[in-house]
């Protein structure tokens, strides 16, 4: 029986899962034997349409592209238009709720009334907002448990790549006592031009957002706070440990300058935007700031806009991960991924 999804947002990323549906169709169904169905789209600025027996992809990212409104969604009996976000989780036959829809990272909202709404309603959620995650763990995992719905989101830390699902099924047994890592592609891309091309930090900003990794107004990522919400996800879900955004000092990068760079070139070092939790005497520390890591370092070979992570674990030692922290497949990826585990576990139970 097909999975019906119903998207909570239409951005770029919603869009990009979509396509991978589509695409990935025939595959999928052969080599995980998942299949997906879409039966709602509800976007703020998009419009919003349901169908109970499913919407044919290809049709709705047509109608988007060449009217910018969902709604012109050729009517056929059945089709519903106009249902805002709390509307369609409540009352579509979505199984699972795909929650991208644009959040206040301060506050978590509308994204943590989102999946409070699908929890109370039987639905699991998968998402990529960071804010409902840092902000309102504790309190929607164990929503989730007590109806017994999957929350999936894998993709708030680096995107596609498992810093979350890699540490909690293959490390399962070691004890992690430190996290650290390159949670923020600009940042990383910035300090890389810097050192290899020795251009200013105003410049290597400007051209990462001629390039797409920075933002207009990059304060966010800058100044560290993207990381902090990054390494608070980390510590409630890796290690376990109730850390709360506010209790993480941060420092961001734009303080660092070509002589700061060229200081740790020769003392044989590399400045990094490292995203730090450790365990100390029966509780945790962290903290965003920028280091000078030694060359030696797995994280100081890490380049341009790609993120790293390095567990510090009992048994195993140090392990590294590296890989894309963004991007419109990437993402899109981190989303599926989520929804084969639900599969997965469904598969579990039956038998």
């Known amino acids: 029986m097909a999975h019906k999804l119903a998207f909570i947002g239409f951005g770029v990323v919603g869009q990009g899962l979509a396509e991978i549906l589509r695409d990935k169709k025939e595959f999928l169904k052969e080599k995980e034997e998942f299949e997906a169905e879409i039966v709602a789209i509800s976007d703020l600025?998009?419009?919003?349409?349901?169908?109970?027996?499913?919407?044919?992809?290809?049709?709705?990212?047509?109608?988007?592209?060449?009217?910018g409104n969902l709604e012109n969604y050729p009517h056929t009996p059945g089709l519903v238009t106009g249902w805002d976000s709390l509307k369609t989780i409540r009352?579509?036959?979505a199984d699972?709720?795909?929650?991208?829809?644009?959040?206040?990272?301060?506050?978590?909202?509308?994204?943590?009334?989102?999946?409070?709404?699908?929890?109370?309603?039987?639905?699991?959620?998968?998402?990529?907002?960071?804010?409902?995650?840092?902000?309102?763990?504790?309190?929607?995992?164990?929503?989730?448990?007590?109806?017994?719905?999957?929350?999936g989101f894998e993709g708030t830390v680096m995107s596609g790549t498992p810093a979350l699902r890699m540490p909690v099924s293959a490390l399962a047994g070691n004890d992690i006592t430190e996290i650290r890592g390159i949670l923020n592609g600009t940042t990383?891309?910035?300090?890389?031009?810097?050192?290899?091309?020795?251009?200013?930090?105003?410049?290597?900003?400007k051209e990462a957002q001629e390039l797409g990794y920075a933002e207009a107004d990059p304060t966010s990522d800058v100044e560290g706070y993207d990381a902090r919400y990054k390494i608070v996800i980390l510590?409630?879900?890796?290690?376990n440990v109730p850390l709360k955004v506010e209790e993480v000092s941060c420092e961001g990068i734009t303080s660092i300058t070509l002589k700061d760079i060229e200081?740790?070139?020769?003392?044989?070092?590399?400045?990094?935007?490292?995203?730090?939790?450790?365990?100390?005497?029966?509780?945790?520390?962290?903290?965003?700031?920028?280091?000078?890591?030694?060359?030696?370092?797995p994280l100081a070979s890490i380049s341009g806009a790609t993120n790293a992570i390095t567990y510090e674990c009992d048994l195993l030692g140090t392990v590294t991960l590296s890989g894309a922290g963004a991007g419109k497949v990437e993402t899109g990826f981190s989303l599926l991924i989520d929804l084969i585990n639900i599969s997965r576990e469904r598969s579990l139970v039956k038998i």
């Open 263 to 297: 200081v740790a070139k020769a003392e044989g070092k590399r400045w990094k935007l490292l995203a730090k939790v450790r365990k100390e005497e029966g509780r945790v520390a962290a903290s965003i700031a920028p280091e000078k890591v030694s060359v030696s370092d």
């Open 45 to 67: 600025m998009k419009g919003s349409i349901y169908h109970p027996n499913g919407i044919d992809i290809d049709t709705a990212l047509h109608v988007l592209k060449e009217t």
């Open 91 to 93: 009352e579509t036959n």
């Open 188 to 205: 990383n891309y910035i300090l890389t031009k810097m050192e290899a091309e020795g251009v200013s930090y105003e410049d290597a900003l």
């Open 96 to 151: 699972t709720v795909i929650e991208v829809s644009y959040t206040d990272v301060k506050t978590g909202q509308p994204a943590i009334d989102h999946c409070k709404a699908a929890f109370e309603s039987g639905k699991n959620v998968v998402m990529t907002n960071k804010g409902p995650v840092a902000l309102a763990y504790k309190e929607l995992s164990q929503l989730a448990k007590k109806h017994e719905v999957y929350w």
């Open 235 to 239: 510590a409630n879900y890796v290690m």
